[in-house]
């Protein structure tokens, strides 16, 4: 078990769905991220939330959008995705400071039919 | 960007010492992060350098030189549970939240 928690751990939706992934976390970390991982392949950033405010977007299609309601709380909000989108998908948090080590939750693992 | 390069696969035997080499070219270096994943599951942090020299944690150790842009990550008395994937990443001066990854190495652990 992590300390970031996420949720669902598995989700199947058809490319006109609407969703929401959610992530969680109490250690009092101010950045947030998230991350695609294709099999075999290492994460990819997606987004950063830095104290709540949308730091570092990696040019997502906007069928991905991050919500970040309070220092706890992370969101991505799915919408008309395709199936090359299925994926892994990570959220992680970690203390201002870069030095600091990011920590991962399990993920969601997602599939787009 | 950043151009990091780590062997795709390593096997070693039960108790045996298995290194893992990660080399990077890359402006304004500060810092690498060593990460462990095992399949299915989430990464977790086993070490960070950002000066050059030695960083030892029970059976894993981790090297950095950064005149020569390389690291490694040592794993020693392996275990079975070792295997796993093992990702550098590192970060640059530009950005403090951005970790670009290596494509990882994924070690096996034989009885």
């Known amino acids: 078990d992590t300390e970031v928690t996420q949720t669902p751990k598995h989700l199947v939706m058809g490319m006109t769905n609407k969703k929401s992934l959610k992530c969680e976390q109490h250690?009092?970390?101010?950045?947030m991220y998230w991350y695609k991982q294709k099999a075999k392949k290492p994460p990819e950033l997606m987004f950063v939330?830095?104290?709540?405010?949308?730091?570092i977007n990696e040019s997502v299609p906007s069928r991905f959008s991050p919500e970040c309601p309070n220092s706890s709380l992370l969101n991505l909000h799915l919408h008309a995705l395709q199936p090359e989108d299925s994926a892994l998908y990570l959220c992680?948090?970690?203390?201002?400071?870069?030095?600091?080590?990011?920590?991962f939750g399990d993920g969601t693992r997602l599939s787009i039919l | 960007g950043q151009n990091i390069d780590q062997p795709t696969e390593m096997t070693a035997t039960e108790g045996a010492i298995v290194q893992i080499n990660c080399t990077y070219q890359?402006?304004?270096?500060?810092?690498l992060f060593w990460y462990q994943q095992h399949a299915g599951e989430a990464p977790t942090f086993l070490s960070y350098n950002v000066l050059d020299g030695l960083e030892e944690k029970g059976r894993f150790s981790s090297f950095l030189s950064r005149s020569k842009g390389y690291s490694y990550l040592l794993l020693k008395e392996l275990q079975m549970k070792d295997s796993a994937s093992y990702l550098c990443?590192?970060?640059?001066?530009?950005?403090?939240?951005?970790?670009?990854f290596g494509a990882g190495t994924t070690v096996t652990v034989r009885a």
């Open positions: 939330y830095s104290y709540e405010k949308l730091s």
């Open positions: 890359t402006s304004g270096f500060n810092g």
């Open positions: 250690m009092g970390h101010r950045a």
């Open positions: 992680a948090s970690s203390q201002a400071d870069g030095n600091q080590p990011q920590h």
């Open positions: 990443a590192v970060r640059v001066l530009s950005n403090d939240y951005k970790l670009s």
